[in-house]
C-alpha cells in the first residue's frame, strides 16, 4: 500500500535559522512527487514537482530534493512569513495522490 | 488564486442530513480530485474523476457519492450525514491525468 511519512510533525525555527522537511515513500510507480503550503482554513497552495531522483527544484528560500526512497525541502533563512504546514504528496502507478499529514513549521520573529 | 471554485464555503446542517458540494475545476482541466481533510486524519483522498468518468476511488464511504458532468463541474453528494463527517472537503483539478493538481479553497462541513 502507498504510505507517506512526513517528519518531524512540527517544527519550530528562529528567523533566519536554516533546516530541512523530510518526506519518505513507498509507492508502486512514482509518478510524481509534490509539496504543498498549507495555511490555516486555506487549501493547499503547490509548490514543486519532481519527478526523478536526482532532480531538484527551487523557489524563494525554498529548495526540494528527490531520491528513491525520500524527498527533502531544505529552508534557507526563513522569515516569520514562511510559517506554514508543508505537505508532501506522491502519485502512483493508478493516478492517487496520496498525502503526507504534514509538518507544521513555525518561525519565530 | 488557484482557479479552482468551490461552494459552498461552509455548511452547518443536522445528523442525517444529506448536502451537496460543488466544484468547478480550472479552465481547461479534465480531471477533477476530491479530499476530505480532518484534524486528526490530514488529506484523505476520496475519489478522482477524468473527462466525466471515474478514475480512481480511495477511501470514499458508501454514504458518499460523486460525479463528473459534461461540462466537467463536479459534485459531492454526503447523505446520512454522522458528526464524524466534519471536516473541510476540497476539490483539485488537473490537466492530464498525470500532472501536478490545484486545489480550491474547500467547503467547511459541520454536523450538528
Known amino acids: 500500500e502507498d504510505q507517506v511519512t512526513q517528519s518531524p510533525e512540527a517544527l519550530r525555527l528562529q528567523e533566519g535559522e536554516s533546516s530541512s522537511l523530510n518526506c519518505s515513500y513507498t509507492?508502486?510507480?512514482?509518478?510524481?512527487l509534490f509539496w504543498y503550503r498549507q495555511d490555516p482554513g486555506k487549501g493547499p497552495e503547490f509548490l514543486f514537482t519532481?519527478?526523478?531522483a536526482g532532480e531538484e527544484k527551487e523557489k524563494e528560500r525554498l529548495k526540494a530534493t528527490l531520491t528513491k526512497k525520500e524527498s527533502f525541502l531544505h529552508i534557507t533563512a526563513p522569515k516569520p512569513e514562511d510559517s506554514a504546514t508543508y505537505l508532501c504528496a506522491v502519485k502512483d502507478r493508478d493516478d492517487k495522490i496520496i498525502f503526507g499529514k504534514g509538518t507544521r513549521l513555525h518561525i519565530l520573529p | 488564486d488557484s482557479g479552482v471554485t468551490q461552494t459552498p464555503k461552509h455548511l452547518i446542517t443536522a445528523t442525517g442530513q444529506r448536502v451537496t458540494l460543488r466544484c468547478s475545476p480550472r479552465?481547461?482541466?479534465?480531471?477533477v480530485y476530491w479530499y476530505q481533510q480532518s484534524l486528526d486524519q490530514g488529506l484523505q483522498f476520496l475519489i478522482q474523476y477524468y473527462n466525466g468518468e471515474e478514475r480512481a476511488k480511495g477511501n470514499i464511504l458508501e454514504r458518499f457519492s460523486a460525479q463528473q458532468f459534461p461540462d466537467l463541474h463536479s459534485e459531492l453528494n454526503l447523505s446520512s450525514l454522522e458528526l464524524g463527517d466534519s471536516a473541510l472537503y476540497f476539490c483539485a483539478s488537473s490537466e492530464t491525468r498525470g500532472n501536478t493538481i490545484y486545489f480550491g479553497e474547500g467547503s467547511w462541513l459541520t454536523v450538528v
Open positions: 509507492v508502486s510507480g512514482l509518478r510524481g
Open positions: 479552465s481547461g482541466d479534465l480531471s
Open positions: 519532481l519527478y526523478s
